[in-house]
């Protein structure tokens, strides 16, 4: 996750070999300029830009994706509906409402313009975070969207909802996670979640998940600043 609108930051990470940068716009100051400079940077390595949006409308969902991001995360995912206002966010007519506007998009995929809008709607991920205890009760019907490409379970907003402020480690939230990798992996949508160590990323990788979350830009500065103070006498 990059939560700093740093081009220099972005190009560091995406020249390190992450699959995926998940450019955080809900929560971090990051606005349409930075992402198009971010995403523009990404061209060039293996990194897909996907783009955090603050919500779930399609007029947000609109200026990021004409500025080039392969995908798009939609927060606060509760039922059906919302997945399917999400889905045709990222999607030109008839498949969905995404106006058309192609300026800067092709660039990043190193297409034509009249390539891109095809391509485009095969190719850009619609991605729901799984963050709330309604979302888990609907989870069966969420899944079976068409058009939704990930479900991805967000464990410490999930908590939240759950009303436990430290964490997803309850056996209430735990049971609410096992459920919802159960609808998902049963369902034509990829697993998403988060690991913070490696030992989990691989463990999850082992129950399939396929998309995961391994820390963020923050993070890696306090623990690389932490790293340095703890070696100093």
């Not at 994706?65 to 007519?93: K, Q, T």
């Not at 479900?151 to 430290?166: F, H, K, N, T, V």
């Amino acid at each position: 996750m990059v939560s700093m609108p740093s081009v220099a930051t972005t190009q560091i990470l995406a020249n390190a070999g992450f699959d995926w940068l998940f450019f955080d716009m809900e929560h971090g100051p990051i606005d349409i300029a930075s992402v198009h400079a971010m995403v523009s940077v990404t061209t060039g390595t293996r990194t897909s830009p996907i783009v955090r949006v603050p919500w779930n409308v399609h007029w947000l969902v609109k200026t990021v994706l004409d500025a080039g991001a392969m995908g798009v995360v939609f927060p606060m995912i509760h039922n059906r509906d919302e997945a399917e206002a999400a889905a045709s966010a990222v999607r030109y007519p008839p498949q969905g409402n995404r106006g058309f506007g192609p300026f800067y998009g092709p660039a990043r995929f190193r297409v034509t313009r009249e390539e891109y809008v095809d391509l485009a709607d095969e190719h850009i991920m619609c991605i729901l975070l799984i963050e709330d205890r309604q979302a888990v009760d609907n989870i069966e019907e969420i899944v079976t969207v068409s058009g939704v490409d990930a479900c991805q379970i967000a464990p410490y907003d999930l908590a939240m909802s759950y009303g436990y402020r430290d964490g997803p480690d309850h056996e209430e939230v735990q049971d609410a996670i096992r459920r919802a990798e159960k609808a998902i992996l049963s369902g034509p949508t990829y697993l998403g979640g988060l690991a913070l160590k490696n030992q989990d990323a691989n463990d999850m990788i082992q129950r399939g998940y396929q998309i995961i979350l391994t820390g963020s830009d923050t993070l890696l500065l306090e623990r690389g600043a932490q790293e340095i103070l703890n070696g100093i006498d």
